[in-house]
């Protein structure tokens, strides 16, 4: 069993920036694909971002697309996401997920494990 931890989330005003971060303490991240997720209240999870297991391929969804990053530090064990120009509609609570596979995917179902998720509140 892999057990993520976000971190990372908080409150900020529009515009500005935030980076979450996802790690584990008891497994090797290389060997799997991540993605980000988020839940806005009342609405169902939605894709983010992924990245494959060696970061060389990433995708995002088109509502983040030039504003957020994936990215990948496996020697830290650690997964980022950087958000910046941060809009009301990014409120929601964002999840780290794994997948134990080498390619990157958008659908949550392709994903074996699930942080806790971190709040991110955009206030306009």
């Known amino acids: 069993q892999v057990q993520l931890v976000e971190s990372g989330g908080g409150l900020v005003q529009a515009g500005g920036s935030l980076r979450l971060s996802c790690t584990t303490s008891r497994h090797t991240l290389s060997n799997y694909a991540m993605g980000w997720f988020r839940q806005a209240p009342g609405k169902e999870r939605e894709f983010v971002a992924t990245i494959n297991w060696g970061g060389g391929s990433t995708s995002y969804a088109d509502s983040v697309k030039g504003r957020f990053t994936i990215s990948r530090d496996n020697a830290k064990n650690t997964v980022y996401l950087q958000m910046n120009s941060l809009k009301a509609e990014d409120t929601a609570v964002y999840y780290c997920?794994?997948?134990?596979?080498?390619?990157?995917?958008?659908?949550?179902?392709?994903?074996?494990?699930w942080g806790q998720g971190t709040q991110v509140t955009v206030s306009s």
């Open positions: 997920a794994a997948r134990a596979a080498i390619s990157r995917d958008y659908r949550p179902e392709r994903y074996d494990y």
